[in-house]
């Protein structure tokens, strides 16, 4: 859904509540690198609905988790990714499915200092 052409989805969601964020994955593979058409064209769109984007400095939520918080729900074999690291170039490795686990194992001060921590406190 992460398009140029998801106007129409958005604005369904726009009639359900005037308060909507959007939180999208940069997918960069490095520091300031120009977001994909399809994430800059998703961002144009939300702009035009009304509704807040805030695309991530680094390359996914993933890249956020803590070693700490990945280790508790996965194993001490885990660890923490890279700010631009694949999840899937990573031994071992973890799906994406269970990403909501090892957040719930995190507090908001695990993010302060980064734009994740920033777009949260402004919800």
């Given at each position: 859904m992460i398009s140029g052409s998801s106007e129409g989805e958005l604005e369904e969601i726009r009639r359900i509540s005037d308060n909507v964020s959007a939180l999208i994955d940069s997918e960069r593979t490095v520091a300031g690198a120009a977001l994909m058409k399809d994430r800059a064209?998703?961002?144009q769109v939300c702009k035009k609905?009304?509704?807040?984007?805030h695309v991530l400095d680094r390359r996914a939520t993933?890249?956020?988790?803590t070693e700490a918080a990945i280790r508790k729900v996965k194993g001490p074999n885990y660890r923490s990714l890279q700010p631009f690291e694949k999840l899937k170039?990573?031994?071992p490795s973890w799906g994406k499915n269970e990403n909501?686990?090892?957040a719930r194992e995190m507090n908001i001060d695990d993010f302060?200092?980064?734009d994740l921590g920033l777009f949260l406190k402004s919800l």
């Open positions: 064209d998703f961002q609905a009304g509704i807040d984007c993933e890249n956020y988790l170039d990573v031994t909501w686990r090892i302060i200092g980064t």
